[in-house]
Structures are given as C-alpha cells and as structure tokens.
C-alpha cells in the first residue's frame, strides 16, 4: 500500500491549501485515514481524521474551525482543506491509513504513511 500526499507549498497567513492523499497498491480495508504534521524541533502531532464507513471526523483543537478532512471513496484520497492558515501550521503534513477502528489520534494506530508534503506559511 502507497500513499501519496501533495498539495504543500508556501503560503502567507490567511490564506488556503488544499492537502491530497491517494491510496494506491493491494486493496486493504481502511478503517480510517487521518493526517498528522511535524514542524522542526518537534514531535509528530494529530490534525485530524476521518472515519472510512461513514465519514465521521475528528480534529485537533488547534485546527478545529479552520481545516476541513474528506474523503472520496471512489478515488480512494483523502482531502485536507486547510483555510486561514496561521505561521504555526508551518509543518511536513503527513497522510496516513490504518486497518482497525479506534486510537484516530494516536500515530501508532496507523499502519500506512506518506512521504509528507510541506507547508509553509509566512507572516
């Protein structure tokens, strides 16, 4: 299983970028995709989720109000609209994928990950 993330660039604050993620490989049955991100100096942290059945969404507090998470069955990608970015979203967004329900925040509930793409946004 391949995920492919892209969508990152440079950016001022307020303004938007649109994430993309695509599954590709053997068929799995993906209980949910999420993205994280980690800025320099820093830990991986959760953004949000998306559960694969029924679309049911989590986020972060510090995202909530301002990035959007879908999904596209059919094309098997998961979106991440992020809008009125802030210098401290400056981070590499990962996609990532896994089998089983539960732990949607917790990095070691995901099986597949993604090369990461950057986002930078200045002030």
């Known amino acids: 299983v391949q995920l492919q993330a892209s969508g990152g660039g440079l950016v001022q604050a307020g303004g938007s970028l649109r994430l993309s993620c695509a599954a590709s490989g053997r068929t799995f049955s993906k209980s949910g995709m999420g993205w994280f991100r980690q800025a320099p100096g820093k830990e991986r942290e959760f953004v949000a989720a998306?559960?694969?059945?029924?679309?049911?969404?989590y986020y972060a507090d510090s995202v909530k109000g301002r990035f959007t998470i879908s999904r596209d069955n059919a094309k098997a990608t998961v979106y991440l609209q992020m809008n009125s970015l802030k210098p401290e979203d400056t981070a590499v967004y990962y996609c990532?994928?896994?089998?089983?329900?539960?732990?949607?925040?917790?990095?070691?509930?995901?099986?597949?990950w993604g090369q990461g793409t950057l986002v930078t946004v200045s002030s």
């Open positions: 990532a994928a896994k089998s089983y329900a539960g732990g949607s925040s917790n990095t070691l509930a995901y099986d597949y």
């Open positions: 998306i559960r694969w059945s029924d679309g049911t969404t």
